[in-house]
């Protein structure tokens, strides 16, 4: 008789939170169709700024992988052929295998 009120009651409280989950999900659930209804009054985003913005993320890509070097000794006859040469010598010895551009300031 224990066990028999025990199962009972172990039903009783399995209905109850299964009825509570249900109804949870269904005052919470939003159908997909519903999302994307709600969706189409949003703003969509002018091509210029599209445009503005990459070019901005391009240009501060650019600038992060300049790098200046100071100390380097070069010589005033040093044709940029050389320079370059210095340049990739140490880019190579920290191991690095950049794209070099060699401008004398």
Known sequence: DLIRSKDDQLKSLQSTVKTSVEDTVKAEFKSYS???QGNQSSP???AETVK???KTIV??????????????????K???KELTAKVEEVMQDI???P???????
């Open 44 to 46: 969509t985003i002018p």
């Open 59 to 76: 240009n501060e890509e650019d600038r992060s992988r300049s790098i200046i070097m100071f100390g380097l000794p070069e010589e005033q």
């Open 99 to 105: 794209k070099v551009t060699v401008t004398r300031l």
């Open 52 to 54: 503005t913005l990459v």
């Open 78 to 80: 040093e044709g940029e």
């Open 34 to 36: 519903a999302a994307v």
């Open 95 to 97: 191991g690095e295998k």
